[in-house]
Structures are given as structure tokens and as C-alpha cells.
């Protein structure tokens, strides 16, 4: 099967986005956009670096790099519309697993009815994938890291730390309490695009998802916002299954473990209400973990445990 063939077997039947004008076949994809701000972002995943054959399934790779890239959609407050894929194709990879892993990037582009657009193939010696992701959000409404002020309340989504003990389950296989839950979201993580959605009415909220581990994402607030981040080690929301791994990792998990792909985020405290309305409409826990101060001190994380106060330290994951 040469290119060519390939190319047509990943392609769409038919298009779900409007606005589309020219998908996959020509030089270039088109897409008409007159009324909204356009916001992009791009993922690259390599095999041995991001993921292994060993603990997940191709189609659970296609999965996972393109929920990264709507994870930053999520963070942007913008609705996704289309993607592309550029493949390094490995030389140990089957024609079937390649297939299957665009089966998963399928799966969870219908499900936000985003279309793929393009792309490029080529061959190498190790997997490597590259999706970008276009998205539209309404004009001066797309959410940015530096909005946070003085005396916001910082909310938190979902759990944290539930990746990091799934991908511990996958790579020490055994007998583990809420197993399918902490696996699911390791290789399975639902991007929050609808609750960041449903904050579209509120004025200024500040957007981070959490791809590095809180501590990061929080880190990188304070920075973009000249401000403090304090947390309260007590108020971030943990499953109650983590109970069953040693205090020491849990802890590393919920403040370094990354890939949670949870937001984290500030609103004025007037707005509080609003963010609990857009938990409710959406079914996406939401959780008031800290405050934003601004102090002679900036770009600063506190964790704030009982009568201790610590200085967080950035180290979640980074590659360099
Ligand atoms: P060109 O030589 O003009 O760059 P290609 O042969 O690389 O064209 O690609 C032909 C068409 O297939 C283009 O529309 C391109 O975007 C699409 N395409 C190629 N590789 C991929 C891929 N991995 N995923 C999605 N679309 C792809
Ligand atoms: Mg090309």
C-alpha cells in the first residue's frame, strides 16, 4: 500500500464542519471564517518519549494525542473544528495499526463533530505524531493564562493525580480498588471543552490545563499574571481510591504528575457562582482549591497545609 492508498483510508466519508471548503485532496485545506477569532494549538507525540506499544493500544494512541491538543482548546475556552495529522511512520509499525491509530483519533473527533482536514506522511524509524487543532472562539472571549487578579478564588476540575496512578496500574500490572477508573483516565482523558464553554458569559476567567501537574500549571498563572497563586493542600480533590498507594506518591501524582487534563483557572469571587452553574449544566466537577494575591512577590505557587506555608516548586513534568 503505497501513500496514496494509505491517505485514503484514513479520510473522512463526509465532512462535519460548515464553514469547511476544501478538506483532505488538494494542496491545502480551506476553511471561510469571518466572524470569530481563530486559535490553534499543536501536539507532538513520540513513541518511547510520550507512550509505548507496551501500555497502549494504537487507537488508545491516537486518542490521547489528539485529546492533549482539544485539552488546549478546553483551556483557550474555544470550540474545535478541525485537525491535521503529520505522521513519521515507523518502520516496525503495521499498515493496520497505523489505521487503527486514526480509528482513535475518529472516535474522539466525532464525538466534538471535528473533521480532519490534512496532513502529511512520511516514513522514519520510530512513530511520531504530530496533530494541530483549529478552533473558534467568540471574538475577546478565548482565555488566557495571564487574566488572573488580586483576590480571584482558583477553581480545579474533575481529580487530580487519577492519570499518573493509572499509568503506575499499566506499568505494575496487578490487583488495584477502582482500577478502570485510574486506567481510563490515563489513556482515555475527556478534554473539559463543554465547561469551559459554559464560563463564556463571565467577563474575565483565567484558563490552564493541567498537562504538567498542578504545580506547573499554577506556576505558569502566577508568571503570566504577575500575581500569587496560593492552594490548600486540603481543598484539591483527590479519589478516594487514591488511599490505596503510599502518601508520598500520591502527593507527587497530584501536584507533579501531569496529563490529568483537568483545568485550572481564576474568577473574581462575584463570579463564583456562575463557574458552579457551568459544573452543574455540564456534569464536570469543579472545586474551589486557593486564591490569587498580588504582593511584592510574583510568579509564586503556596501550598498552604494546615499551619504550614511552602513554597511549590515547579518541577511537574518538562522535557528539557
Ligand atoms: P502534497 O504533496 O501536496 O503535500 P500529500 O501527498 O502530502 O500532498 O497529501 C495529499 C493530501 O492528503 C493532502 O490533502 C494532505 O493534507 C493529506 N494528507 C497527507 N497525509 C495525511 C495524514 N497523515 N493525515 C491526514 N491527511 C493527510
Ligand atoms: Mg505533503
Known amino acids: 500500500m503505497n501513500e496514496f492508498e494509505f491517505i485514503n483510508t484514513i479520510k473522512q466519508n463526509a465532512y462535519r464542519q460548515p464553514s469547511l471548503i476544501k ?14 477569532d481563530v486559535v490553534t494549538a499543536m501536539d507532538t507525540f513520540v513513541e518511547h518519549v510520550h507512550f509505548s506499544k507496551q501500555t497502549m493500544s494504537p487507537s488508545d494512541i491516537g486518542y ?9 482548546m478546553a483551556a483557550m475556552g474555544a470550540e474545535p473544528a478541525f485537525y491535521l495529522v503529520s505522521i513519521v511512520v515507523g518502520d516496525h509499525w503495521k499498515k493496520n495499526e497505523l489505521q487503527d491509530i486514526f480509528k482513535g483519533m475518529q472516535e474522539l ?5 471535528i473533521d480532519l482536514i490534512g496532513g502529511d506522511t512520511v516514513s522514519g524509524h520510530e512513530l511520531s505524531i504530530t496533530v494541530t487543532v483549529i478552533g473558534y472562539v467568540i471574538k475577546e472571549r478565548a482565555r488566557f493564562r495571564s487574566a488572573a487578579r488580586d483576590g480571584d478564588v482558583v477553581f480545579v476540575t474533575g481529580t487530580l493525580g487519577d492519570a499518573a496512578a493509572g499509568l503506575h ?12 477508573h485510574f486506567i481510563r483516565k490515563h489513556i ?46 486540603d481543598k484539591i480533590p483527590r479519589h478516594s481510591g487514591l488511599k490505596q498507594f ?4 500520591v502527593h507527587n501524582w497530584v501536584y507533579f504528575g501531569g496529563e490529568d487534563f483537568e483545568l485550572v483557572g481564576t474568577v473574581p469571587e462575584k463570579d463564583w457562582e456562575k463557574v458552579m ?22 510568579g509564586v505557587v503556596y501550598l498552604h497545609d494546615q499551619d504550614e506555608v511552602i513554597r511549590l516548586g515547579q518541577f511537574g513534568y518538562h522535557h528539557f
Open 64 to 72: 490521547r494525542v489528539l485529546a492533549a491538543n482539544l485539552s488546549d
Open 109 to 113: 473527533a466525532k464525538q466534538y463533530s
Open 277 to 298: 452553574t457551568a459544573s452543574e449544566q455540564t456534569s464536570v466537577p469543579v472545586t474551589k482549591i486557593g486564591y490569587i494575591s498580588a504582593d511584592n512577590e510574583t
Open 169 to 180: 496500574m499499566c506499568l505494575h500490572p496487578g490487583e488495584y480498588k477502582d482500577k478502570h
Open 23 to 36: 478538506g483532505i485532496g488538494d494542496d491545502a485545506a480551506v476553511f471561510r471564517q469571518s466572524s470569530q
Open 246 to 249: 503510599r502518601a508520598s506518591d
Open 188 to 233: 482515555r482523558p475527556e478534554p473539559r471543552i463543554a465547561f469551559a464553554r459554559a464560563l463564556t458569559s463571565l467577563d474575565r476567567v483565567a484558563l490552564n490545563d493541567i498537562s504538567d501537574g498542578i504545580a506547573n500549571e499554577a506556576y505558569e498563572i502566577a508568571d503570566a499574571s504577575n500575581v500569587t497563586v496560593h492552594l490548600y493542600n
